[in-house]
């Protein structure tokens, strides 16, 4: 006998993608340039991935079979703004009919303006560490919502904000691969500035086309950081990896403040609240130990003994999902979008039992009274997945990179079922009531 648990009828559940994980044929993008520099790991390129711009009915066709609420995508600014501040008409059509497309199909889009990816031009001239990109996420935002708008409501400014800029000056696994921490803080200190005019400029626009129901958030990628030892350095250096990779963000993209070292605790745009929305990137959890060693910045992140783990090896803790939303709800008090959270797992062994084990942290969560709104699983398909290649896959859809042709993964039936019944079950195998 197989128990349930019963999802609320009013959280939204979908999944998500980024452009350039998945729509192949752009050449005018820092992605493209780096694979072309034989950057990523496995050898693979992001030039084809899982070709959506060419399969967009199809893919939307799989999303409705798999009963979606919602889907959060991104779009690609490299297509959007070719040259500064010259826009393509084609690829805001192509963009626009994707959208109309998701609305006809009662799915509802929740979309991202930067996902890692961006025009070469930009890159060229200094990327997120240059000043002058505020003003140029700003000059593409308007455009993207005077286009937009009236088929879109939520948007995510930016995805990842710490992760964009901790392996591209940190780890440098991304471009443009030049560690330098002094250029982290000033990217961090720009991509908060570009966010908070971002979500103003949003709210402008849609105002001024008489919308009301406009919702801008960020998905902050929230790690569980537990010191390794009760060790007075290894606690110091945990704590310094929160504040550096996820406070410094949340307080300046929500609250506008910008904390030391970005700031000396100051609201340079204005005191207020520039988030309508929690948006929480959720995958696992790091034991942090102290190190002297100045290739390890932040700390030397490890996994817990003996953890299950996914194929990247990341430690699989779903409890870290609980913790996450909780701890960020008490200090901000706004409706969560889970706007991602999935595992690697090329064999779909363990995706099953993750997605059970995770959604029943969500209903936990709901029944304390924390406003889960939405739940979005990485990923609807298998992509690029960035320095790593395409042979780590997240989809709940499997793609044959000879043929592109999608197959829905045994996880993603189980996902679908959910969906449709608001239903999850107590064991990975589902059995059908
Ligand atoms: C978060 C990123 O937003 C996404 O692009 C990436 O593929 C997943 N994590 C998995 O690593």
């Known amino acids: 006998m197989n128990k349930y648990w019963q999802l609320p009828q009013d959280l939204l559940l979908g999944t998500a993608t980024a452009s350039l994980q998945i729509e192949g044929g752009d050449r005018n993008n820092n992605w493209y340039r780096f694979c072309e520099e034989g950057r990523i790991k496995d050898g693979t390129h992001c030039i084809i991935a899982a070709d959506h711009w060419n399969r967009v009915e199809e893919d939307i066709a799989l999303m409705k079979e798999m009963h979606q609420d919602t889907y959060r995508m991104s779009l690609e600014w490299s297509r959007i703004e070719q040259e500064a501040g010259v826009f393509n008409e084609e690829a805001l059509e192509h963009y626009h009919d994707e959208l109309s497309k998701l609305v006809a199909a009662g799915i509802r889009p929740c979309v991202t303006l930067h996902h890692f990816s961006h025009p070469l031009w930009l890159e060229n001239a200094g990327g997120w560490i240059d000043q002058r990109v505020v003003a140029s996420f700003v000059r593409y935002t308007a455009k993207v919502i005077q286009v937009f708008g ?105 609250k506008g403040n910008f904390l030391f070292p970005i700031g000396l605790g100051g609201y340079p745009y204005g005191q207020g609240t520039f988030c309508d929305f929690l948006g929480i990137n959720y995958y696992s959890r790091d034991r942090v130990a102290f190190t002297w ?24 803790y779903p409890e870290g999902l609980y913790l996450v939303c909780a701890r960020l709800y008490a200090k901000y008090p ?3 979008f889970i706007t991602e959270n999935g595992i690697c797992d090329a064999t779909d062994e363990k995706r099953s039992q993750f997605l059970i084990d995770h959604l029943k942290q969500v209903i936990r969560l709901r029944e304390e009274g924390i406003s889960v709104e939405r739940y979005y699983h990485w990923s609807l398909i298998d992509n690029f997945e960035w320095a790593e290649g395409l042979s780590r896959r997240f989809g709940l859809i499997h793609v044959d990179y000879e043929t592109l042709q999608r197959t829905i993964r045994p996880s993603g039936r189980l996902y679908a079922q959910i969906c449709k019944d608001r239903l999850v079950p107590g064991e990975a195998e589902f059995v059908s009531k």
Request: glycine share 8%.
């Open 150 to 254: 009236g088929l879109v409501s939520d948007w995510v400014t930016i995805n990842e904000p710490s992760v964009y800029l901790y392996e591209g000056y940190i780890e440098v696994n991304a471009p443009p691969a030049k560690s330098n921490i002094v250029s982290y803080m000033k990217g961090a200190r720009n991509m908060i500035a570009a966010h908070i005019e971002a979500y103003k400029t949003i709210h402008q626009i849609r105002q001024s086309m008489g919308y009301t129901d406009t919702r801008v958030g960020v998905a902050n990628h929230i790690r569980v950081f537990d010191p390794i030892s009760t060790d007075i350095r290894d606690r110091m250096a945990s704590g310094i990896l929160d504040h550096v990779f996820h406070r410094i963000f949340l307080e300046g993209m929500i």
């Open 293 to 316: 060693n100045p290739a390890n910045a932040f700390g030397k992140l490890t996994v817990e003994q003996g953890a299950p783990t996914s194929e990247m090896g990341w430690e699989i």
């Open 334 to 336: 706004m409706p969560i």
